[in-house]
């Protein structure tokens, strides 16, 4: 049973644009909820992460939004570039009680000129 | 500065060869990680192991085996390569979930054919 849900599996936005990718969960004991960048011919790289005592965390043009009460997670990319062009992972772990985190099955972003 | 070190880079294998991947990491991460990444798929878990010694099967463990007999290294085994394990295979490692720096660092990746 896949218990991270990530939607759309591909999305394509104009250079500016800001691109939503949307996570679910279920299992209410998550408590770190990270997301990952690959670009092509690479692995997978920490973008950005967050913990449920915020509703929001920035780094840079990354903004993490968090909704406990929906269970659910997005990652927002402002001011979108053509080198943000790559896959993008949402996962989560119970850090109490779990060993290895549970990955969505990712978004294939594409930023046009 | 390392980080995760994956060898080889590429590989063709004949149906029913075997070979070894190797994952070597730097960072005296305690976890380590084997997936495999399929177009459409996204990440999945073959094996894991939370220590020196220790092993345990992710979600897709079937004809792979793996050593953890050095914390620095982790290794994946296909003793009778099959076409269905044509994949991209990524190493990962990380500190124990909990602790303020965790996160996954991953290798580069190691494409296999099977043919």
């Known amino acids: 049973q896949q218990q991270v849900k990530q939607s759309p599996q591909s999305l394509i936005v104009q250079k500016g644009g800001i691109p939503i990718i949307n996570c679910a969960y279920e299992n209410t004991a998550f408590d770190y909820f990270p997301w990952y960048q690959q670009f092509p011919g690479k692995g997978p790289a920490l973008l950005i992460a967050i913990r449920p005592d915020v509703s929001e965390k920035k780094e840079g043009r990354f903004t993490i939004s968090f909704n406990k009460s929906a269970k659910q997670f997005s990652l927002h990319i402002m001011d979108s570039q053509p080198g943000d062009s790559a896959t993008y992972f949402c996962?989560?772990?119970?850090?109490?009680?779990?060993?290895?985190?549970?990955f969505g099955t990712g978004t294939r972003l594409q930023v046009t000129l | 500065n390392a980080g995760v070190t994956q060898t080889p880079k590429f590989r063709v294998l004949k149906t029913g060869q075997s070979m070894t991947l190797l994952c070597a990491q730097d960072?005296?991460?305690?976890?380590m990680y084997w997936y495999r990444q399929d177009p459409g798929m996204g990440l999945r878990l073959i094996h894991y192991s939370v220590g020196e010694g220790t092993t345990a099967k992710g979600e897709v463990p079937d004809g792979y085996n793996v050593s953890r007999l050095k914390k620095q290294n982790f290794l994946l085994g296909l003793e009778s390569a099959a076409p269905s394990q044509t994949s991209v295979y990524f190493c990962?490692?990380?500190?124990?979930?909990?602790?303020?720096?965790?996160?996954?660092?991953f290798g580069s990746g190691t494409r296999l054919t099977v043919v």
């Open positions: 960072m005296n991460h305690e976890y």
């Open positions: 996962a989560a772990i119970s850090t109490g009680t779990a060993s290895k985190l549970t």
């Open positions: 990962a490692s990380s500190y124990p979930p909990g602790q303020r720096n965790y996160g996954y660092t």
